[in-house]
């Protein structure tokens, strides 16, 4: 089969590699989608602290918002499974210490993450070997569009959950990427007041278009009462800025991972007595995003603004985007896409 592969920082191209087989409690999946995350960029750039911890290695093979189709099951899956439409969880814990014990496998020391930690390959392929307990069935309502965004939907409506705000309260969203406008939505959903910051108004139109209450540049934001801030930037500076602006007795939820460390001031924390929830996984929220899009209430897919082949990811990685996408940040990937050029 067909698989993007990163050798490198820079280094990438597109392999015939062995297909995945499934082995007891795995099936393997044929991938619809497959989303371009700033998770892999970082790998791209050489940037991912996973590669400086000695969690992850040259070469890998990326993507870990996916969908697609279940073609062969291994010994101890359900045979119901075959067939079905799915998608599924990225973190893929030990199964026997205390943490994957009580359901904590994103945190477990010794998880794999699928194309990201460990060497499990990812999405960025034709196939995808994938445990069965890591997956989650796509009702009809579903598509395969909407499918390779349940991973990053879990990750958005965790830090909504997290922010903890009643019908009414004030969210100040930092961001305009795709974590920051499902979170918006998610948001919105839940009927609380969505703002925006973003650094260029063509991306504060469109999460106008989306149903923002506000959508505002960083000179231009008002002087309101944010009951929530979260901040879903690669900007160090933002964390601080966080926890300026929001409502004592508030809460800040860090999901943006910058390249160097972010600071704030813990006295100031404690002075306003204001509660920090960082996010790392959508695991525990896949199950709750898939159901508010199921239902309607969340449409994931004008986030998407272009879908590519596998033979374009390595340009996708090193910025390039196609001349006639849409305003959403997202780029997907069809690995079933081949061009006849």
Same mark, same amino acid.
Not at 93 to 98: A, F, I, Q
Not at 334 to 339: G, L, N, T
């Given at each position: 089969?067909?698989?993007?592969?990163?050798?490198?920082?820079?280094?990438?191209?597109?392999?015939?590699?062995?297909?995945?087989?499934?082995?007891?409690?795995? %099936?393997?999946?044929?991938?619809?989608?497959?989303?371009?995350?700033?998770?892999?960029?970082?790998?791209?750039?050489?940037?991912?602290?996973?590669?400086?911890?000695?969690?992850?290695?040259?070469?890998?093979?990326?993507?870990?918002?996916?969908?697609?189709?279940?073609?062969?099951?291994?010994?101890?899956? =359900?045979?119901?499974?075959?067939?079905?439409?799915?998608?599924?969880?990225?973190?893929?814990?030990?199964?026997?210490?205390?943490?994957?014990?009580? !359901?904590?496998?994103?945190?477990?020391?010794?998880?794999?993450?699928?194309?990201?930690?460990?060497?499990?390959?990812?999405?960025?392929?034709?196939?995808?070997?994938?445990?069965?307990?890591?997956?989650?069935?796509?009702?009809?309502?579903?598509?395969? %569009? =909407?499918?390779?965004?349940?991973?990053?939907?879990?990750?958005?409506?965790?830090?909504?959950?997290?922010?903890?705000?009643?019908?009414?309260?004030?969210?100040?969203?930092?961001?305009? !990427?795709?974590? $920051?406008?499902?979170?918006?939505?998610?948001?919105?959903?839940?009927?609380?007041?969505?703002?925006?910051?973003?650094?260029?108004? $063509? &991306?504060?139109?469109?999460?106008?278009?989306?149903? $923002?209450?506000?959508?505002?540049?960083? &000179?231009?934001?008002?002087?309101?009462?944010?009951?929530?801030?979260?901040?879903?930037?690669?900007?160090?500076?933002?964390?601080?800025? $966080?926890?300026?602006?929001?409502?004592?007795?508030?809460?800040? %939820?860090?999901?943006?991972?910058? !390249?160097?460390?972010?600071?704030?001031?813990?006295?100031?924390? =404690?002075?306003?007595?204001?509660?920090?929830?960082?996010?790392?996984?959508? &695991?525990?929220?896949?199950?709750?995003?898939?159901?508010?899009? =199921?239902?309607?209430?969340?449409?994931?897919?004008?986030?998407?603004?272009?879908?590519?082949?596998?033979?374009? %990811?390595?340009?996708?990685?090193?910025?390039?985007?196609?001349?006639?996408?849409?305003?959403?940040?997202?780029?997907?990937?069809?690995?079933?896409?081949?061009?006849?050029?």
């Amino acid at each position: 089969m067909r698989a993007f592969v990163l050798n490198g920082p820079g280094d990438a191209e597109v392999h015939d590699v062995e297909p995945p087989r499934a082995d007891h409690g795995e %099936v393997v999946v044929d991938v619809h989608r497959a989303g371009v995350c700033g998770t892999d960029i970082e790998f791209f750039t050489g940037a991912m602290a996973y590669l400086h911890q000695g969690h992850a290695e040259y070469p890998l093979r990326l993507g870990h918002e996916w969908s697609g189709t279940v073609t062969a099951i291994g010994e101890g899956v =359900a045979p119901s499974w075959l067939g079905q439409r799915v998608t599924g969880d990225t973190m893929l814990g030990c199964g026997r210490c205390h943490r994957c014990l009580d !359901g904590r496998q994103h945190v477990c020391a010794d998880r794999f993450e699928i194309g990201i930690r460990g060497g499990r390959h990812g999405a960025l392929a034709e196939q995808l070997a994938v445990p069965a307990v890591a997956l989650r069935s796509l009702p009809a309502s579903v598509d395969d %569009v =909407a499918g390779a965004l349940v991973e990053p939907g879990g990750n958005a409506l965790r830090a909504v959950l997290g922010a903890d705000l009643e019908p009414g309260r004030r969210l100040l969203i930092w961001g305009t !990427g795709t974590i $920051a406008l499902l979170a918006m939505q998610f948001a919105i959903a839940a009927k609380v007041e969505t703002h925006l910051v973003g650094l260029s108004r $063509a &991306s504060l139109e469109f999460a106008e278009s989306l149903g $923002a209450n506000g959508a505002w540049l960083t &000179s231009g934001l008002p002087d309101l009462r944010w009951d929530g801030v979260i901040d879903a930037t690669d900007d160090r500076a933002v964390p601080a800025l $966080a926890l300026d602006l929001v409502e004592p007795g508030g809460r800040v %939820v860090f999901i943006g991972l910058s !390249g160097q460390p972010s600071t704030i001031d813990t006295r100031q924390l =404690a002075f306003k007595d204001v509660t920090a929830v960082g996010i790392l996984s959508g &695991s525990p929220g896949l199950t709750g995003a898939l159901e508010q899009y =199921a239902a309607g209430f969340v449409d994931p897919r004008p986030l998407v603004g272009a879908t590519v082949e596998l033979d374009q %990811v390595g340009d996708v990685l090193a910025g390039w985007r196609p001349a006639d996408a849409g305003p959403g940040p997202k780029i997907h990937v069809d690995p079933r896409q081949r061009s006849t050029v």
